[in-house]
T-cell receptor
Framework: DAKTTQPPSMDCAEGRAANLPCNHS???????VYWYRQIHSQGPQYIIH???NNETNEMASLIITEDRKSSTLILPHATLRDTAVYYC????????????FGTGTLLAVQP | EAGVVQSPRYKIIEKKQPVAFWCNPI?????LYWYLQNLGQGPELLIR????????DSQLPKDRFSAERLKGVDSTLKIQPAELGDSAVYLC?????????????FGPGTRLTVL
């Protein structure tokens, strides 16, 4: 079973920031928080990951609470092409460890 | 660089027929994964290869599913015989050797419909 809880769907206006929450209250000390997204009819795409500190890359920012029990993925200026299912996953680092996908959050960016 | 290539993109077969899916991972990626994705659900791992060795096939239904990765590059996933419940998207992913984090690169998937 997935170790994370996400809202099933969210809306966001184009050009505004999209803030996607994720609860992972049972996360272990050596588990990372990963975010992937899946655009319709495509395979999932890695976005970002973090352990304790907040992270930012060209796609998004990841804010992890101090107790690590929840996190928020931020898309600073959402576009229509960001409409996708966003998956929050906790996993030990390294390619040998399993990614367990839940059902994710369907983000619909509205024009 | 080229991404993960899968073929065919779509396949329609009748139940009890065999079917095979092919995956070509990103060049140099030694880890290869096959996932199953049912409608409205997230992907579920079927099997993971390290080079040509299947190191995690605990979720692969071995009575009808088989996979191989000869020479540690391309991989084939087979179902024989197919059942109605096998209708789903089959995703292949790969990741590079020695990666310190779990970034997997996914192909577009093969959508299987069993009639």
């Amino acid at each position: 079973d997935a170790k994370t809880t996400q809202p099933p769907s969210m809306d966001c206006a184009e050009g505004r920031a999209a803030n996607l929450p994720c609860n992972h209250s049972t996360i272990s000390g050596n588990e990372y928080v990963y975010w992937y997204r899946q655009i319709h009819s495509q395979g999932p795409q890695y976005i970002i990951h973090g352990l304790k500190n907040n992270e930012t890359n060209e796609m998004a920012s990841l804010i992890i609470t101090e107790d690590r029990k929840s996190s928020t993925l931020i898309l600073p200026h959402a576009t229509l092409r960001d409409t996708a299912v966003y998956y929050c996953i906790v996993s030990i680092g390294g390619a040998t460890n399993k990614l367990i996908f839940g059902t994710g959050t369907l983000l619909a960016v509205q024009p | 660089e080229a991404g993960v290539v899968q073929s065919p993109r779509y396949k329609i077969i009748e139940k009890k027929q065999p079917v095979a899916f092919w995956c070509n991972p990103i060049s140099g990626h030694n880890t290869l994964y096959w996932y199953l994705q049912n409608l409205g659900q997230g992907p579920e791992l079927l099997i993971r290869y390290e080079n040509e060795e299947a190191v995690d096939d605990s979720q692969l239904p071995k009575d009808r599913f088989s996979a191989e990765r000869l020479k540690g590059v391309d991989s084939t996933l087979k179902i024989q015989p197919a059942e109605l419940g096998d209708s789903a998207v089959y995703l292949c992913a790969s990741s590079p050797e020695g990666s310190s984090y779990n970034e997997q690169f996914f192909g577009p998937g093969t959508r299987l419909t069993v009639l």
